[in-house]
């Protein structure tokens, strides 16, 4: 018998989460976060569930974050070259995964798992299943977990990062920024690693006292974060009248801020990306997780209102 054809939008499955006054959508495609509200109040920058994620807006960067220069790596005595998917810089940027389906494996009302098989390809010729679980609580926000495990015969090289741009309904250039992060990475004009990180101190990428982030252009990762009592490096972006938190754990020892320059609304949303390992890694091997056959590796990061 033919199953009927059905139609929706090009970014699959809607994955509808609430718990008190938080919502959220998760898409099939990429298992993005297309939404985030709190008492209706958004708390990223939303996109149509007719439209892809733009500027990687709440994308999952996997089996690396951020660029790696020509595309090219070298790993387990041989030399891997990716497709290049950013062309303005020559560069393969945030992984593999933004835009493939991923499969619901859990549903519940305030919580979706989506799981997503990522087999060898001509660049990347390792396995891995990764799995994400999108959890909302009334008391904590937004709770993400994703996990990449081995399923190959190789030991493979990984790292993750994600994308999302937090917002407070106002211009960024109004808002103030706190990060507590002792160094920033400096990169040079195709936003690649320059040099070692640098100490902030003195630099318009010290944000550790909240600055008014005004007119920074800022496109770096951070590091040297300071934790709370829970492991957990927090930035807070906060407006006149509300703030926004995104806390990362500390599988997570650099986060990216990106002011949103070429973003779709510029400088609307502040990007907060949380990342397991700086910019071109596996060139670098700095931060890279070295996944043998069997493991796993798993991080946590969160969105939550701040009052």
């Not at 062309?87 to 619901?104: N, Q, Y």
């Not at 400096?186 to 006292?209: A, C, E, F």
Request: proline share 8%.
């Amino acid at each position: 018998m033919t199953e009927p054809i059905t139609t929706g939008p090009i970014t699959g499955e809607q994955h509808a989460l609430i718990a008190g006054p938080y919502q959220a959508v998760v898409t099939e495609a990429g298992a993005t976060l297309r939404e985030l509200t709190h008492g209706g109040a958004p708390l990223v920058l939303a996109h149509g569930a007719g439209e892809n994620a733009p500027a990687a807006s709440g994308q999952l960067l996997a089996p690396w974050p951020n660029r790696l220069d020509h595309g090219r790596y070298d790993h387990g005595g041989a030399t891997h070259r990716l497709d290049i998917s950013d062309p303005d810089t020559d560069c393969a940027i945030h992984g593999l995964v933004r835009w493939v389906p991923w499969r619901a494996v859990l549903r519940e009302p305030d919580r979706v798992r989506l799981a997503h098989r990522l087999l060898g390809s001509a660049g990347y010729p390792f396995r891995l299943d990764l799995d994400v679980e999108y959890a909302l609580s009334e008391e904590a926000g937004l709770t993400v977990r994703l996990t990449a495990s081995n399923r190959g015969d190789v030991t493979a090289p990984y790292g993750h990062g994600a994308h999302p741009y937090l917002t407070v309904g106002e211009p960024v250039d109004a808002c103030t920024v706190t990060l507590l992060a002792d160094r920033y990475q400096p990169v040079g004009p195709r936003k690649l690693p320059s040099g070692p990180p640098l100490d902030v101190t003195g630099t318009d990428r010290d944000l550790r006292t909240g600055p008014l982030l005004g007119d920074r252009q800022i496109d770096n990762c951070f590091t040297d974060l300071a934790r709370d009592g829970d492991g957990r490096s927090v930035v807070t972006l906060a407006g006149a009248g509300r703030a926004v938190a995104l806390w990362s754990d500390e599988a997570h020892p650099w986060t990216q801020i990106y002011t949103g320059e070429e973003a779709r609304e510029p400088r609307a949303g502040l990007a907060v990306e949380p990342m397991t390992c700086p910019p071109n890694a596996f060139a670098s091997g700095e931060g890279v997780i070295e996944l043998a056959p069997g493991d796993a590796f798993t991080g946590s990061w969160g969105i939550q209102a701040v009052f």
